[in-house]
C-alpha cells in the first residue's frame, strides 16, 4: 500500500531532532534506515504525523573501539559493521551476527540503532545486545540516560524508550581475546528473520573450565534473553560432549517460545535446543 | 515537498508529497518506469535503484531522502545502441522471461560487480537473496552474473 499521509523533517542537530519528537507528543517518529518503519507505514500498522529523519547527524555514524569495548553509533548501518575489518578481534560474536542480518539492499541501509528500537524479538542486534550486557544510550527531551540491554526490551516491538528519545549509540563491553564463542541461527531463507538462533561465549579459567557463560536466545519468545539454567550448568564445567548434550536438553525445557505462522512453540523449543548445542560445539572447538 | 537530485546522470527537481517513495516518485513523477514495484513493503527486491554508488530498495525509501543524492536507475545501465555485457549476459543465459525481476537483478548484480568483479557464486547467491524471481528458478540469473564478470575487472589486473 501507499504510505499514510505525512510530514518529513531532516533536522541537523540531535538536540532539534529531540524537540520535534518531543513537540509531536507521540505522533512523531525517528526515521533511520527506513527498512522496518516503512514497511510498517505501507502496512499502516502505524500512521505518525511526522517523520523525524536522522541521517543528518553523522556524529551517530560511529564505530569507535577501545580498551572499554565497541561502541556502535546508532546511525551505523550492517554494512559498515561488515566492512569494518577492525571488528573481527574486536567483536567476532557481534560480526558474526550482523552476517545473518536481512539482504544486501537492506544492509545498506538498515542501522543498529533502528533495529534496538524496533525490537524485532527475530532481530539479531537486540539478542547480540542482551547476550552481551550492552549498554544503550540515549538522548531525550529529559536529557542523557543509559539503559541496559537486560532492561531495554519489553516485549515484542516494544522497549522502555520514550517517545521523544532519540538512541545515540550502543555500548559492548570489551571482548578479551580468548573467549570462547558461538553462533548459529536457523531461518528458511538466506537473510529472514530467524526462527531460532543463539548468540553464546563464555572465558575459561586456568583449569579449562567455563566461567562467565553468557548464553542468548534469538527468534523464540517474545524478545531476546538469556539461558541462566543453561550458563549456570556450563559455569565451572569443561564444555565437552555430555555437558553440549545437557546444554541443549535443559535450553528446550526452559525456553519460553512462542508460536505464530511460522512454527510451533514445540518446535522452536527444539530448535533452540539444537541451535544451543550446534553453537556450543563451534565455541568449544 | 520541493526535492532535488540526480538521476541517470541529470539533475532533476520534483514537487512531491512528504510520503512519497522514491519508486513512486521515479515511475509516476519522473516516468522512469523501468523501476518495477512488487510488494511496496521490502520483500520481493523488483524495486532496486543504486544511490550513491550502494544498491538499496526504492520503496523503502522516501523520495525526500534522496536529496543531494546520485540515483542510477536501470535506465541509466543501459544504452540505446547495443546491450551493455550484463544485458547481454541475462540475453546468453535466459535469465529473464517475464521480466519483472530484471530491473532489480540488473541494478543489484551491476552495484555488486563494480565493487566485487571477482566474487564467486556463492556470493552472487546470497546477493541475488533479496530480489524474487516467479519465473526462472534462478540458476541462469547466477550463471549470468557469473558470465558478466570479466566486463567489469579493471584492465590492469582484478581490479
Ligand atoms: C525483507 C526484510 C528482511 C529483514 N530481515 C532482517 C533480519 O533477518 N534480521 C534483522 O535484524 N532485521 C531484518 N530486517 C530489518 C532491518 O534490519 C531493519 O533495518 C532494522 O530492523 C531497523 O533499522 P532501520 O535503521 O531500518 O530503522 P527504521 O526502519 O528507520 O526504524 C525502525 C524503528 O526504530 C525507530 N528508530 C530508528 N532509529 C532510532 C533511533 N536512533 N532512536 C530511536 N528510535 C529509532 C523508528 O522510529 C522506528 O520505530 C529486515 C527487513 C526487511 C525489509
Ligand atoms: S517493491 Fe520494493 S522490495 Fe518489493
Ligand atoms: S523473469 Fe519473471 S519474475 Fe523473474
Given amino acids: 500500500m501507499k504510505l499514510p499521509p505525512l510530514e518529513y523533517a531532516c533536522p541537523t542537530s540531535l538536540s532539534e531532532a529531540v524537540a520535534l519528537l518531543a513537540a509531536g507528543g507521540g505522533e512523531a517518529r525517528a526515521l533511520a534506515g527506513g527498512q522496518s518503519l516503512m514497511p510498517m507505514l505501507a502496512f499502516r500498522v502505524v500512521a505518525p504525523a511526522l517523520l523525524v529523519d536522522l541521517r543528518k547527524l553523522p556524529e551517530l555514524r560511529e564505530i569507535e573501539i577501545s580498551a572499554d569495548g565497541v561502541r556502535l553509533g546508532a546511525m551505523v548501518r550492517w554494512r559498515d559493521i561488515e566492512d569494518d575489518e577492525r571488528l573481527t578481534a574486536a567483536h567476532p560474536l557481534l560480526k558474526a551476527a550482523v552476517a545473518h542480518v536481512a539482504h544486501y539492499q537492506i544492509r545498506n541501509r538498515g542501522t543498529v540503532g533502528g533495529s534496538i528500537a524496533h525490537a524485532d524479538p527475530a532481530a539479531e542486534m537486540p539478542g547480540i545486545a542482551v547476550t552481551c550486557d550492552a549498554e544503550i544510550a540515549a538522548t531525550g527531551a529529559a536529557g542523557q540516560r543509559t539503559i541496559r540491554a537486560a532492561d531495554f526490551f519489553l516485549s515484542a516491538l516494544t522497549t522502555a524508550l520514550k517517545h521523544d528519545e532519540i538512541i545515540t549509540e550502543i555500548r559492548l563491553p570489551a571482548w578479551p581475546a580468548k573467549r570462547r564463542w558461538g553462533f548459529r541461527e536457523f531461518a528458511r531463507r538466506r537473510g529472514d528473520f530467524a526462527m531460532a538462533a543463539a548468540a553464546l561465549f563464555y572465558d575459561q579459567d586456568a583449569a579449562g573450565k567455563a566461567i562467565n557463560a553468557h548464553v542468548g536466545m534469538i527468534g523464540v519468545g517474545d524478545r531476546p534473553c538469556r539461558l541462566p539454567e543453561v550458563e549456570a550448568l556450563l559455569n565451572g564445567r569443561t564444555i565437552d560432549e555430555a555437558t553440549i548434550e545437557r546444554a541443549a536438553e535443559i535450553t528446550s525445557a526452559t525456553v519460553d517460545a512462542q508460536e505464530d505462522i511460522h512454527a510451533s512453540a514445540a518446535y522452536r523449543r527444539s530448535l533452540a535446543g539444537t541451535m544451543v548445542e550446534r553453537a556450543l560445539r563451534s565455541a568449544a572447538a | ?159
Fill in chain 2, 1 to 159: 515537498m520541493p526535492t532535488k537530485f540526480e538521476v541517470n546522470g541529470k539533475p532533476v527537481s520534483v514537487n512531491v508529497e512528504a510520503r512519497t517513495t522514491l519508486a513512486d516518485c521515479l515511475r509516476h513523477h519522473l516516468r522512469l518506469t523501468g523501476t518495477h514495484v512488487g510488494c511496496e513493503h521490502g520483500v520481493c527486491g523488483a524495486c532496486t535503484v543504486i544511490v550513491d554508488g550502494d544498491a538499496v530498495r526504492s520503496c523503502l525509501m522516501l523520495a525526500a531522502q534522496a536529496e543531494g543524492s546520485k540515483v542510477v536507475t536501470v535506465e541509466g545501465l543501459s544504452n540505446d545502441e547495443a546491450l551493455t555485457p550484463l544485458q547481454a549476459s541475462f540475453r546468453r543465459h535466459h535469465a529473464l522471461q517475464c521480466g519483472f525481476c530484471t530491473p532489480g537483478m540488473i541494478t543489484t548484480a551491476h552495484a555488486l560487480l563494480s565493487e566485487e568483479p571477482d566474487c564467486d557464486a556463492d556470493r552472487v547467491r546470497e546477493v541475488l537473496s533479496g530480489n524474487l524471481c516467479r519465473c526462472t528458478g534462478y540458476i541462469s540469473i547466477v550463471e549470468a552474473v557469473l558470465d558478466a564478470r570479466s566486463a567489469y575487472k579493471k584492465p590492469n589486473g582484478n581490479a
